[in-house]
């Protein structure tokens, strides 16, 4: 062991003339635990967050959405389709028809945003129909009763109407039709075959599936589509792939991609972290003048030592460095200790799930935990860093005691 290092291990070990200095230690010990746990579970959360909306958002849309400018429908969707699958980096497409509808069951009703599809096809581009837990999707491929055509609806969905799967549904269209009354809303009744629950609220609550056929006809759209969904094989080129299949389509048509749909959303997310990493540090920051605080008491009381060991030639070099070594003691048992209780805690959070959250609020039903390498080495390389700014001050105090006017009165 080097002999700076020695002396400070014993400096940190022995009894102290002033039990404060001890007292004070062990607070700057805990405060930098405290701070570097903070920040990974902090971080922890703010990354497990982004990880989990942008898995669901991409696991339940598509990563490229293309659509007519003047919003009238696509006709001419069969060989666009086909144009659109034959692209590089495309793996998937499908077609799909929106549009917004009342559904309800006996007096319940809620607003819903129906999704006509071709099911083979919707399920290469979006997982929301494999997460059907009661009922099943598997009708939307099949003819089914003619009478009484299916619909798949969201859990939180079917909780606002109270249905189950074998209900018949009445959904609503706006978009009537001309009588001698006026304009009437259209109407037909479904047979509820399938709930799915993503876990993401905004799914969960006003999502409804139906044949891509059923929808035309609820409609009034003969063969129209209002947008083709895409997955490609690389996520994070989808602008650059955007334009290459806006170029295929022609003129007319436009193109969205996952990342501008939620740029915001992602925006907001970093910033959080960027915050939450400032203001969580300033724990940091106390338990460093914590530090600052012992370490120049311990040089007033270590005042004579240090004389006594300059004079045995000491330089005043090795004496700056046996209090750098103490100040990185302390903040290295603070910051293993932190980093063992922000990782365990991090771990349990994501591998049990024991906080739940209000989906309505924060789109997901818990919350989620993801501990990342980049940064565990960040945090202890600040904690480590701070820490070594706070020992300048009471390192370079004691390096410059003379030892004879330390030594005069003893």
Not at 52 to 64: E, F, K, M, N, V
Not at 66 to 95: C, F, N, S
Not at 154 to 170: M, Q, R, W, Y
């Amino acid at each position: 062991m080097r002999f700076e290092l020695f002396i400070a291990t014993r400096y940190l070990r022995a009894k102290r003339r002033q039990a404060v200095i001890g007292v004070i230690t062990a607070i700057s010990v805990f405060g930098v635990a405290a701070g570097v746990a903070s920040l990974i579970i902090a971080l922890a959360i703010t990354n497990g967050m982004r990880r989990d909306l942008q898995a669901r958002l991409l696991g339940s849309t598509s990563h490229i959405e293309l659509m007519r400018v003047a919003g009238d429908g696509i006709r001419d969707w069969h060989e666009l389709l086909y144009r659109v699958r034959k692209q590089p980096h495309v793996t998937a497409a499908a077609p799909g028809l929106y549009g917004q509808v009342l559904v309800s069951l006996g007096p319940r009703s809620g607003g819903a945003l129906v999704k006509g599809i071709v099911l083979h096809d919707e399920r290469t581009v979006s997982d929301l129909l494999q997460s059907v837990r009661e009922g099943s999707a598997d009708a939307l491929a099949s003819g089914g009763n003619a009478a009484l055509p299916p619909i798949v609806l969201g859990s939180d969905l079917t909780e606002t109407l109270g249905a189950k799967p074998g209900d018949s549904i009445v959904v609503t269209s706006p978009q009537g039709g001309l009588t001698p009354l006026g304009i009437q809303p259209r109407f037909a009744r479904y047979r509820l075959v399938g709930i799915f629950h993503s876990g993401f609220y905004q799914y969960d609550s006003t999502y409804a599936f139906v044949r891509l056929a059923d929808a035309q006809r609820l409609f009034s759209e003969p063969d129209l589509v209002s947008v083709i969904s895409i997955k490609v094989d690389d996520l994070y080129r989808a602008a650059g792939i955007s334009q290459e299949i806006e170029a295929v389509a022609g003129p007319g048509y436009q193109t969205s991609n996952w990342m501008q749909q939620n740029r915001e959303l992602f925006r907001a997310l970093r910033l959080e972290q960027v915050v939450t990493f400032i203001v969580i540090g300033l724990i940091v920051c106390v338990a460093a003048l914590n530090i600052l605080i012992a370490l120049t008491m311990l040089v007033m009381e270590k005042t004579r030592d240090i004389a006594v060991l300059m004079s045995f030639g000491v330089r005043s070099d090795q004496i700056r460095k046996i209090f750098l070594a103490q100040g990185l003691l302390i903040s290295l048992t603070g910051t293993a200790l932190g980093l063992a209780v922000g990782l365990a805690t991090a771990w349990a959070g994501s591998h049990y799930r024991f906080i739940h959250l209000s989906a309505e609020v924060y789109s997901i039903d818990y919350l989620p935990f993801a501990p990342r390498w980049f940064h565990v080495v960040t945090v202890s390389g600040v904690s480590l860093l701070t820490a070594l700014l706070a020992t300048l001050y009471p390192s370079s105090a004691a390096a410059r005691i003379l030892p004879a006017e330390a030594l005069r009165y003893e």
